[in-house]
């Protein structure tokens, strides 16, 4: 079974630039598995970042970025602000009929 | 203002069923495909299921059999119906517009289910 990976913690000081990464167990993550990227804060709804890899949702600051770096898709946060701390789940499109799957998540702290 | 409003949870017995509704405002549900998610306590997002707009469903394996997605176009709002409860469907249940590019664009508060005896 193919798993979808993510590191479940990272750390970044504020104004830093931190890079969290998407990858599939067995093949690599391209842009035909369609990733995005949601934050999900507690109490709140999730919130869509970034869908087709690369494009920003409407209202999504341009410090959030998504690219395919080497075999996996990266959200990338430039300037790291103090609400960006939440928790981050990508999405891959799965294919095979109707099939999506979410990786683990990454709790990002800023200090 | 576009969003959603997920209610229906609680606390259901083992074996139980429940129906979960998701009101959608400022859209209508029958011109978007829909989906549900779930979070389980202390584990990531999941997938559940999905409605296209035209009326097309899909579940995840886990579900499969077990769980029914719906809507109700008269009253703007999509349902889940999940029957035969286990321990394993205890989560925060949210329901989620699909957007472009296999992505879900707009998502509710969630409601939560617990299955417990």
């Known amino acids: 079974q193919t798993v979808v990976t993510q590191e479940p913690s990272f750390s970044v000081s504020p104004g830093g630039t931190v890079t969290l990464t998407c990858g599939l167990t067995?093949?690599?993550?391209?842009?035909?598995?369609?990733p995005s990227w949601y934050q999900r804060t507690p109490g709140q709804a999730p919130r869509t970042l970034i869908y087709?890899?690369?494009t920003r949702s409407s209202g999504v600051p341009d410090r959030f970025s998504g690219s395919i770096l080497g075999n996996k898709a990266a959200l990338t946060i430039t300037g790291a602000q103090a609400d960006d701390e939440s928790d981050y789940y990508c999405l891959l499109y799965m294919g095979g009929g109707i099939n999506w799957a979410f990786g683990g998540g990454t709790k990002l702290t800023v200090l | 203002e576009v969003q959603l409003v997920e209610t229906g949870g609680g606390l259901i017995q083992p074996g139980g069923s429940l129906r979960l509704s998701c009101a959608a405002s400022?859209?209508?549900?029958?011109?978007?495909?829909m989906s549900w998610v779930r979070q389980a306590p202390g584990k990531g997002l999941e997938w559940v299921s999905f409605?296209?707009?035209?009326?097309?469903?899909y579940y995840a394996d886990s579900v499969k059999g077990r769980f029914t997605i719906s809507r109700d176009n008269s009253k703007n709002t999509l349902y889940l119906q999940m029957n035969g409860l286990g321990a394993g469907d205890t989560a925060v249940y949210y329901c989620a517009r699909a957007g472009g590019f296999w992505s879900f664009d707009l998502w509710g508060r969630g409601t939560l289910v617990t299955v417990s005896s």
């Open positions: 400022g859209f209508t549900v029958s011109s978007y495909s």
């Open positions: 409605i296209y707009s035209t009326g097309g469903t």
């Open positions: 087709n890899t690369n």
């Open positions: 067995s093949v690599s993550v391209s842009t035909s598995y369609y």
